[in-house]
């Protein structure tokens, strides 16, 4: 019967329903009985150790609940520590395939999820993987004492029901082809984290508590706030699970964290950890350089990826009066001159930002299409004349060449005509409005590595007028102004993805921009773009995602509201030589940070170094 039951809801479901994935379009590479993911090694050694640096501008930790607003969380425990009932691949962007759950079912009206837990799925307190424990994370998650974005993320899932010990349910309030896949990638702890003589904490009071997680590492040494140290569960409960199977082979993984990049380069030379991402350009051309490198002791390479690209740039703060005007903010825009940034600082390594999906399926390009247009078209009176008028906004471009093209001296005379037209002209040494006040701009920084930028861009301003103050602060103190958004103009940088969508919501979502932790820096309360994520998130189909996805870029380019940065079509990455191996197959779709942590694996020498020190740990 139960078989008849599966064949009937996969009929009438389509090819998005499967008992072993779901797939948000229906492509599902993995057969219900494979053996590992094409990018893992099934034979890959367990043991040795990894040593990283967080790829993010964090600088120290002081808490080890990565689910709350303050503070700051260990890096890697997402990744390591926790688990999900589904699991995603590098090679498939709108996939996943079980993993705490052994089976997952859509409703015939696709306004449920339905997942079976493993009975051998433990945490590591030797507890099983429950029901209750799966609706008590959602509980938590989108309470007030978890990070807001939470609430965003699973603001359409109406209940979540405990069918029977294994088994829940999610209902969801409308139809959305993504929303099995966002329930799926929740992360799931234990009801017991946090209990204390039989009561538990509010959640946003478990701070130092060990995580009670279900994945492949527990917390191990931990130099608090500055190295933090994962430990290979032996006892892993997933270990020959087809979704781990060759995954996962170091004993050891340790994240170190320095003030600065600078300290950090010299570090990873000094040997103090091995593996780095670079993401500066002239870092990488003259920093990763040197005997050690000559002698191969240090190995570098610039590897390719399908990613789609990141974006990066400076972000306004539109909650400010002075950057309301769309005209304010392209002015801004012009005065940057990235060709010669390229030139003289970036040694010809980047390629400038268009938009918020560059080089991607999702990007717009040109006037929009029909397509485009039966979503454009019924927010007319909410959007700019200029969207149906013009092509879509790219940076402004300079020549060596004055007459091959525009040079920056045309920019910044049309930058001048813009703020004219917005109330702000040059009078009395500064950019002034009526009122007489003048125009002061501050840039935030963690690290003053965005100086040899802001410098030169600086005395572009300073030719409209501005007034601008640069200011560098600790990675903490820039986190707390963020997520109460008290700063002006901040650099961004935002990982790309082969499927946006209710992720989207939180970055330029009305309700985000007036909710305090929201990834919405930019402060966008617009009812079109409102009604353009509506779009998004409900697409049906890959093809109706995209053109939703383009709409919403070419409104967003439109409004102005940041500068675009550049981006690079490689990951640059440098490691020690000798003490790893990777898979023959390298995905599509990866960060290096989780690339390397998930499927690479030690070397003899490496084990027997990590070994060697475990016993010395030991010792009396």
Not at 274 to 302: C, H, M, N, P, Y
Not at 322 to 341: C, H, P, Q, S, T
Request: charged letters at 25%; a positive charge.
């Amino acid at each position: 019967m139960r078989s008849l039951l599966i064949l009937l809801a996969f009929l009438c479901c389509g090819p998005s329903w499967a008992a072993h994935a779901y797939a948000q379009f229906g492509d599902i590479k993995y057969p219900a009985n494979f053996k590992n993911f094409d990018y893992a090694n099934p034979l890959a050694p367990k043991g040795g150790e990894l040593v990283l640096v967080p790829p993010s501008r964090l600088s120290s930790f002081d808490k080890y609940n990565p689910f709350t607003l303050k503070g700051n969380a260990a890096p890697g425990l997402s990744a390591l520590v926790f688990e999900t009932l589904l699991t995603g691949t590098l090679d498939e962007p709108t996939t996943a395939y079980g993993l705490l759950a052994e089976d997952v079912a859509v409703s015939l009206d696709r306004r449920s999820v339905t997942f079976k837990l493993r009975a051998q799925a433990r945490f590591h307190n030797g507890d099983g993987v429950m029901a209750e424990d799966v609706k008590y994370s959602f509980e938590q998650l989108i309470s007030k004492q978890a990070a807001p974005q939470f609430r965003t993320l699973y603001a359409e899932v109406a209940a979540v029901t405990v069918l029977d010990p294994r088994t829940v349910r999610f209902d969801f309030k409308r139809v959305n082809p993504e929303l099995p896949l966002i329930v799926g990638g929740m992360p799931v702890f234990s009801r017991h984290w946090g209990q204390e003589e039989g009561r538990t904490k509010p959640f946003d009071k478990i701070v130092t508590d060990l995580p009670i997680g279900s994945g492949p590492y527990k917390v191990g040494r931990v130099v608090f706030g500055r190295d933090v140290s994962y430990e290979r569960d032996n006892n892993y409960w997933a270990r020959d699970l087809n979704v781990r199977k060759g995954l996962f082979n170091f004993d050891r993984i340790t994240y170190r964290l320095y003030k600065d990049s600078t300290a950090q380069l010299e570090g990873f030379k000094a040997g103090e950890f091995d593996l780095v991402q670079s993401f500066i350009a002239r870092e990488w051309a003259r920093g990763f350089t040197g005997k050690q490198f000559v002698s191969r002791e240090l190995l570098k390479s610039e590897f390719k990826h399908g990613n789609a690209g990141d974006f990066q740039g400076f972000m306004f703060n539109t909650r400010l009066p002075k950057f309301k005007d769309a005209r304010v903010r392209e002015a801004i825009g012009l005065a940057m001159d990235y060709e010669w940034m390229n030139r003289q600082l970036f040694y010809g390594a980047y390629q400038r930002v268009r938009g918020y999906f560059v080089a991607s399926d999702f990007e717009a390009t040109g006037m929009p299409d029909a397509a485009e247009l039966a979503l454009l078209n019924p927010l007319r009176d909410k959007l700019s004349p200029q969207i149906f008028k013009d092509a879509v906004p790219l940076p402004p471009r300079t020549s060596l060449d004055p007459k091959s093209g525009e040079t920056l001296r045309d920019h910044l005379r049309r930058a001048k005509a813009l703020l004219a037209e917005a109330g702000w002209t040059y009078r009395d040494g500064a950019l002034r409005n009526a009122k007489g006040e003048p125009f002061m701009v501050e840039f935030l920084d963690n690290s003053g590595a965005m100086g040899r930028v802001i410098t030169p861009y600086t005395k572009n301003l300073e030719k409209l007028g501005f007034q601008v103050n640069y200011k560098v602060i600790d990675f903490a103190i820039l986190q707390k102004r963020l997520d109460v958004f008290d700063f002006e103009i901040i650099s961004n940088r935002i990982v790309g993805s082969e499927s946006p969508g209710t992720e989207l919501m939180e970055r330029f979502g009305s309700k985000a921009a007036s909710t305090e932790g929201s990834g919405n820096f930019i402060g966008i309360q617009d009812p079109a773009v409102d009604a353009l994520l509506d779009n998004v998130i409900s697409a049906k189909t890959r093809p109706q995602l995209i053109t939703a996805v383009r709409a919403l870029d070419r409104v967003l380019r439109h409004g102005h509201y940041s500068v675009p940065h550049w981006y690079g079509g490689v990951h640059r990455v440098a490691w020690r030589n000798g003490r790893f191996e990777k898979p023959a197959v390298t995905p599509r779709y990866y960060q290096p940070e989780t690339w390397a942590s998930s499927t690479w694996w030690a070397t003899i020498d490496n084990r027997a170094t990590l070994a060697a020190t475990k016993r010395a740990e030991r010792a009396p």
